[in-house]
C-alpha cells in the first residue's frame, strides 16, 4: 500500500442499512430460519379435515384472485403491456385468475406465500406460486433476508438476487407480532377453534356409532357384608373403562356388566349439553379468523348483517379488497426494476360486488349541479374530457 494515499483521518463510506436488523442477525448469523410450524399438520385439521377452515380458504382466495387486475403505464390503463400478458398468462399451466387463488390459498393456511419469477435475458418470462412449507429465508449478516431456499425431496434450489440486486422471489406473509421472518395464517390463529369443532363433529359420529347411548354411573350392589368391591374387583373395572370404553372413539359403547354391577344414566343429554351451539360458536369464530360473515357460510344464529348483500359487501371491503390491493402494490414494487414505469392496481369498476355502491356513487356524483363536467369525471376517476380526446388523436 503507498502511504501517499493513506489517510487516517478519512471515513469510510457509508452504506444504508438497519440497525435493528443488524441485531436480529446476532442471534443467527447467516443461518436459514425454518418456518415456527407444521404446515402439514394445519392443512390436514383445517382445510382438509374442518369444513368450514376449507369453506374460508375457499371464499377468501377466490374471491380475492376475482378481483380484476390493470398495469397503469403513463398515467392511464395499458389495454396491451408485456406486464399486463404477464398478470394474464404467467406460465402455461395456470392463467393469472388460477396463480392468485393459489397465492391466496397459500397465504390464508400458511400466512406465506412465494411468487418465483422465471427470467430468460433480463425479462420476466413466467411466474410461478410455490409451496411455503417447502421454502426458507436465509439471513445475511445484517439481518436482512438475503435469499430462499426451496427443498424438495432432499434437494435444494437456491434463490439469491443478482447482480442488479433483482430478487426472483416475492415473499407475501402477514403480520405476525412475535416473528421477524414469517407471517401468522388465519388458519393458526383459529386453530383451537378448529381442533372444538373437528372434535365436536367426532364425538357426535362416534356417539351415533354406537346407538348414541350416553354415559352413565356403576352401582354396585353386592351380597349382605360385601357392598364395596374389592381393590382387585376395583383395579380391573376401572382399566376395563379406561381401556375399552373411554374416549370420542368408544362413546356410548355399551357396557357389558357383572353381577351385582347395576347401570344408572346420569350424563346430560345432547341438547342439554347443547353441542350444536358449540359447534356453531366454533364455526363463529374460524369465519372470524379469516374475516368472512357468517352469513356467507350458512352458520346459524348470526344476524350482524340485515341481509346477504350487506354481508357481502362487507366481506368484500373489510377482507377481500384490502388482501388485493395490498398484492397489488407488492407485485409492483417487485417487478417495476423490470417494467420501469408500470404500477399494477384494482380495477374497482369490474367488481361485480361492488356494482351498487358503484352505481349510487355515479347517481351522487351526476346530480351535482355545482360541478362541471371534467369535475365530475375527476371525482369518478376518469381523466378529463379534455385529455381523454388528446389521448385519442
Given amino acids: 500500500m503507498r502511504l501517499s494515499s493513506f489517510n487516517p483521518f478519512s471515513r469510510p463510506a457509508e452504506r444504508k442499512a438497519s440497525a435493528a436488523r443488524s441485531v436480529v442477525a446476532l442471534s443467527a448469523l447467516s443461518a436459514p430460519v425454518w418456518t415456527p410450524r407444521d404446515y402439514a399438520s394445519l392443512a390436514r385439521a383445517g382445510f382438509e379435515r374442518n369444513v368450514i377452515a376449507y369453506r374460508c380458504v375457499r371464499l377468501v382466495s377466490e374471491a380475492a384472485a376475482s378481483i380484476p387486475l390493470k398495469v ?60 411455503p412449507d417447502r421454502m426458507k429465508v436465509r439471513l445475511g449478516a445484517r439481518g436482512w433476508p438475503e435469499g430462499f431456499d426451496y427443498t424438495v425431496g432432499g434437494r435444494t434450489a437456491a434463490f439469491r438476487a443478482g447482480n442488479d440486486g433483482f430478487s426472483p422471489i416475492l415473499h407475501l406473509k402477514l403480520f405476525h407480532p412475535t416473528n421477524d421472518h414469517y407471517g401468522l395464517s388465519p388458519l393458526e390463529a383459529a386453530s383451537g377453534a378448529v381442533d372444538l369443532h373437528n372434535a365436536a363433529l367426532a364425538w357426535n359420529k362416534a356417539l351415533l356409532d354406537n346407538s348414541a347411548r350416553p354415559s352413565g354411573a356403576l352401582v354396585y350392589s353386592g351380597p349382605e357384608g360385601a357392598e364395596n368391591l374389592t381393590d382387585e374387583q376395583f383395579a380391573r373395572l376401572k382399566s376395563e373403562l379406561s381401556e ?95 417494467f420501469s414505469g408500470a404500477r399494477i392496481e384494482c380495477d374497482l369498476d369490474r367488481v361485480e360486488a361492488l356494482s351498487a355502491e358503484r352505481e349510487a356513487l355515479w347517481s351522487r356524483v351526476s346530480s351535482a349541479s355545482f360541478l362541471d363536467e371534467d369535475e365530475k369525471r375527476r371525482a369518478l376517476g376518469l381523466a378529463p374530457r379534455n385529455e381523454w380526446s388528446m389521448s385519442d388523436e
Fill in 244 to 338: 375399552i370404553y373411554s374416549g370420542a372413539r368408544n362413546a356410548g359403547r355399551p357396557l357389558v356388566l357383572d353381577g351385582g354391577l347395576d347401570w344408572r344414566a346420569m350424563s346430560l343429554s345432547p341438547a342439554e349439553m347443547d353441542f350444536i351451539e358449540a359447534k356453531n360458536q366454533a364455526a363463529r369464530e374460524i369465519a372470524l379468523a379469516f374475516g368472512a360473515p357468517p352469513m356467507l357460510l350458512g352458520i346459524p344464529g348470526d344476524n350482524t348483517y340485515s341481509n346477504y348483500r350487506e354481508a357481502n359487501l362487507a366481506f368484500y371491503k373489510q377482507t377481500v379488497l384490502p388482501l388485493a390491493k395490498k398484492t397489488a402494490a407488492a407485485l409492483t414494487n417487485w417487478l417495476s426494476q423490470r
Fill in 72 to 131: 397503469v403505464d403513463g398515467g392511464a390503463a395499458a389495454s396491451e403491456h408485456p406486464l399486463l400478458s404477464l398478470l394474464q398468462h404467467p406460465n402455461p399451466e395456470q392463467s393469472g385468475a388460477e396463480l392468485l387463488e393459489t397465492l391466496y390459498g397459500f397465504l390464508q393456511t400458511a400466512g406465506n406465500a412465494y411468487l418465483e419469477a422465471v427470467t430468460l435475458d433480463g425479462d420476466v418470462r413466467e411466474l410461478y406460486a410455490l409451496r
